[in-house]
Structures are given as C-alpha cells and as structure tokens.
C-alpha cells in the first residue's frame, strides 16, 4: 500500500490511474538498486494480484501489486517507492526479516515515530515538545518515563524504559501542539 497525496498539502489525490502523467514507481531491495514497476490496470480492489496493478483503496491510499522478486529471499527489507508529476508518493518499506520481538519489562531504545501537522495530517512536523504516553495491556494511558529526541523532518526517537515495556501489548501514544497524534503498538516477548 502507498499514499498519495497532492503536491499542495491537505488534499490527497483520489483518481491515480496506470497511465498518470510522469508515473515512475519502484522497489529497492536492501543493498540492491532500485526496479521499475510496470504500472498496470486492476478493475477493482479485489481483482486478483496483478504485477504493477494499482487501484484506489480510499483517503489516497492505493493498493500497488509489487512484483514477488521485491520480496525474495537475500534482503532483510524492500522500500516501495515513486515520482508522479505535481504528485508525492509516500512509500513504505517492508521487513522481509522478522526482527527479535522487544523482551517484555525491558528498555528498549530509538522506537521512531512520525509527527505531522494538525490540519494537513501531510507536512512534518520539527521542533516539537512531545509528551510520550504509554498504555500497559488495554489499560488507560499513563506518563511514560522514557525520553523523546528528534531525529529530523518530523521523524523523532523514543528511548523506552523498562517499566514503560512492562506489557505483553504496549501502546505509545506521542502528542504535541499543533500535530496529530501518533501511535505506536509494540507485542514483547516473555522470557
């Protein structure tokens, strides 16, 4: 799945079609250079996978049909990315490698998360104070004592302490003025 948004924040493009002007969408495996995608049509979102084949799921999100190479064997991730003319795609990238689940009662360090604007939900947020929260197996959400650090274009880091990764399922919720919230779920592991 990727996201695309119009180039003018707060509107999100809902008609992006296999034959757009200036589409050029790819994958990159870890340490290999990037691949085209062949765009192709798909008459609806259940239509069976289709390499290249990209429809509109809903908000400007888009289901993308990525060639099984991209996911082979021999690398540890693959990003999904592109270019459309006066369009942004936001790619994503895929672990193809299950990392170690975090232990439970454990810190754990450099969990990064996402800050963008209130209104748009688009343009990152920078320079924020951000309260972390944390929420312990379905329970109400409580001050979390780990720190907060930014990393740059709106992309921040939570160092977890362990009495915040004290839960089989820990739920992160990071705020600040003027941003939308965002959400991290961490599953760990008993040992």
Request: proline letters at 0%.
């Given at each position: 799945m990727i996201q695309i948004p119009h180039s003018t924040p707060g509107l999100q493009e809902t008609a992006v079609e296999h034959t757009e002007t200036g589409i050029d969408l790819e994958y990159r495996r870890e340490g290999a250079a990037s691949v085209d995608i062949t765009e192709a049509a798909l008459a609806a979102l259940t239509t069976a996978h289709t390499d290249g084949g990209i429809e509109h799921i809903g908000n400007g999100y888009y289901r993308l049909d990525v060639p099984d190479a991209a996911f082979a064997a021999g690398a540890s991730g693959v990003l999904i990315h592109g270019t459309i003319t006066d369009m942004l795609v936001v790619g994503t990238y895929v672990e193809l490698v299950d990392p170690p689940a975090p232990l439970k009662g454990a810190a754990l360090s450099d969990i990064p998360f996402y800050m963008v604007d209130a209104t748009d939900g688009v343009t990152p947020e920078t320079s924020l104070?951000?309260?972390?929260?944390?929420?312990?197996?379905?329970?109400?959400?409580?001050?979390?004592?780990?720190?907060v650090t930014e990393i740059s274009d709106g992309v921040y880091q939570f160092d977890a302490s362990a009495a915040d990764m004290n839960g089989d399922v820990v739920v992160f919720k990071f705020t600040a003025t003027g941003a939308r919230a965002a959400l991290i779920s961490i599953a760990t592991l008993n040992e």
């Open positions: 104070t951000v309260t972390a929260e944390v929420s312990h197996d379905g329970a109400a959400f409580g001050s979390a004592a780990g720190s």
